[in-house]
């Protein structure tokens, strides 16, 4: 930090550069950042809902989706999977959560606060479920809303979720999925998958700042919401119909409203994050550029070069390898690192790169590394290899020299060779 | 909006300039938009928990608050609004909410989602209370939250609240405040005025985007708070001790897991919008580096010499005038401009200016023109008043040549020679 000090006896903001290699948020496109450091338009400006309009149509590519209710929430993830929660779960509903990871916990928490009945059902951490025993569980309680997190990066695990729609559509049972940490590190299909309102987050595989929710609909979830439409005294437009469902608990994140906001009608719900949908707009449109496949393949070959480097110093990777997310990687830590923090903080002050550790039995158990968004470059994966290898020689766990590097190395050098 | 196309079909965002003297968001401090444009630092990186930890230091001096619990709420004004209501109002409790405008109605809202039992009194548009009659309703209700709007823009007015908090000691009432419009505009004493809670955002006098809300607790507030903590498994602590009031219904919007957040816990409740939260430091600190004060004169005198080119227009200003504030002005519609819609455009498209209309009967009845942060130079009020006399001219509403930015300039060079 630098700058000139002031009145407020601070100086500007400088942060430290980092390399964020942990579980998010992870460093930033350029042009992204460039774009929050634009000038504001009002909320009502024509310039401004056209862009509103457009980071609609680019979200409905990113969520590979035909839904036309595709829009930001504005607040971080955890704001998203509540506002589709609460606007879809009526009091007393039964909604089912399989949990594989601490955000599975998240879901049964906030399922169970907007008013639902939570049956949840668990797997040991580093494993997920077989799409057959969730659709038994689905058959079996009929559930309202099925409540579903893709890639949980507590365990740095994906669940399939190809294959439950036909069940859901059978038992009348929606499915909410929390795609925070796996959207655009890996395929992912809304509508192919058949499912009916999903959340993400701008600050994992999309590179962006965490703060604003992308969110989209289908067309049966929307027509579940709007039956819960309520509009308070001041704004209520003309012709206002207020919904025969009960009332949506939070005004925040009341996505009837939202949606209002988000149509012709612009219902002052609130004043959008003006830089925060700079921001989104800029991750889709640079994400889109590159193209969804060229970005998939760009995170599993870091991933496959970051596996290969742990893996040739003799580290030990964390979970179910079929089950693997191929943008967050759980390693073991060795025992002579104890609970794994000291080594963080060294690779934080003395290389500037950030990994992550991870929550409840795990926390102080497995490292997390992150491999995404503008992260996923060859450079970015040889210099944490080659810094995490001194780091933890300094602690006792000496590997082959340069075995890390090379191994990884050799993984960009064999792609290049296939690709040509 | 120009740039390069790209394989999403659409060009980089690049918004064109504005003016903005609507009622917010308004131009944000360069400083502001270029600590946007910074990198990100991970969420727990020592260097951002003192960012967060200046932030609090901050917004302590701009909410003239001894206040430990001062911090930020991941979303618009509107979310901290709602995270204080819903995390202070148990279910049932009485809330008074003194109406003058619709964010008194937006109050009532919220404090009824939330399970409040809302007693509202009303007073007509463009008039506030006398603190005495909220008093008197106060002793008569003995509600357990007094929930107050500071300055109404839907309104322009703005409430006194010096004096209510000693009858609410009697009564046991804790006064929550939205400051959303008036914070940083004019001066507003948190401690001296004995509030408990209080809301705003960035996108009025802070002159930052909208997008993250500073919320202050008193640590009576805060004890209430703490009593309804409940921490999701997955992420509770060692030692946890679940609170015994009633869980808080939102968890995004939990301030009891927020202050373990902001608290050397820092738990892991969501991630802290990054880019938001630089925003939000730097407002504070460009605000303080001029100081409050200062800043409080550069509103008053923008408002003045705009009132004063308003009035040599022979337009009529809106509201009793003893409690108009001064960093928004109500003017009334002339009926040769119909509902004052095509003025709007006019001056939006033709002069890249924008003012706003209002809400509810007032909607096409006032315009409503912002004088807010760091729009508040002789420049842009001189700007507006040209471009505005000239619109108005085509739309038959003719005025003295010259008359309105003459007024304006004559009481800028009053000042001038005021404070030599």
């Known amino acids: ?38 000038p504001l338009l009002g909320q009502f400006d024509p310039e401004f809902t056209r862009y509103m309009n457009e980071t609609m149509a680019l979200y409905r590519q990113i969520y590979r989706t035909g839904n036309h209710w595709t829009f930001l ?23 089912l959560v399989p949990r594989f990871g601490r955000f599975g916990h998240l879901l049964t928490e906030i399922a169970t606060r907007v008013g639902g009945d939570v049956a949840a059902i668990d797997t ?27 890639g949980d990066t507590s365990t740095c695990m994906v669940q399939p979720l190809e294959g439950l729609a036909a069940t859901c559509r059978e038992t009348g049972t929606m499915i909410f999925v929390d795609a925070t940490a796996s ?18 987050g701008l600050q994992k595989c999309l590179s962006g700042p965490p703060g604003t929710s992308p969110v989209t609909l289908s067309d ?31 005004n925040y994140l009341d996505l009837s409203m939202i949606l209002d906001y988000w149509s012709p009608l612009r219902l002052n719900h609130h004043t959008e994050s003006t830089s925060m949908l700079y921001a989104a707009r800029e991750c889709a449109r640079v994400i889109l550029a590159e193209g969804l496949e060229a970005g998939f393949s760009r995170h599993a070959l870091a991933s496959r070069a970051l596996r290969a480097g742990l893996t040739a110093m003799g580290l030990e990777l964390f979970g179910d ?54 992260v996923c470059r060859k450079a970015n994966i040889l210099r944490f290899l080659a810094s995490f290898d001194a780091v933890l020689r300094r602690h006792d766990v000496p590997a082959e020299p340069n075995a890390a590097v090379d191994a990884a190395a050799a993984v960009y050098a064999a792609e290049q060779d296939r690709t040509g």
């Open 321 to 374: 390898e079929a089950g693997r997310m191929v943008n967050v990687t759980g390693v073991h830590i060795p025992g002579q690192c104890g609970n794994g923090d000291a080594v963080r903080a060294e690779l934080l002050e003395d290389f500037g790169i950030e990994i992550g550790t991870s929550f409840g039995h795990l926390a102080g158990r497995i490292w997390r590394i992150g491999t995404m968004g503008h």
């Open 220 to 250: 049966r979830a929307a027509d579940v919401i709007r039956t819960r439409r309520h509009i308070e005294f001041g704004i209520r437009p003309e012709g206002y119909i207020e919904g025969e469902g009960p009332r949506i608990t939070s």
């Open 124 to 150: 040991d951490w580093g494993t997920v479920f077989s799409v057959e025993d969730i659709c038994a569980e689905i058959r079996s309680r009929r559930p309202a809303v099925l409540a579903m997190v893709h």
């Open 1 to 38: 930090m630098s700058g000139r000090p002031d009145g407020a006896g601070l100086a500007e903001l400088s942060p430290t550069p980092r390399l964020l290699m942990g579980p998010g948020p992870v460093d930033v496109y350029p042009q992204v950042l460039r774009a929050m450091a634009s």
């Open 183 to 200: 959207l655009c590190g890996a395929p992912f299909e809304t509508d192919q998958w058949g499912l009916d309102a999903v959340a993400a």
């Open 73 to 95: 929430v504005n607040g971080t993830a955890r704001s998203g999977i509540e506002a589709c929660l609460g606007s879809l779960v009526a009091p007393g509903e039964t909604v």
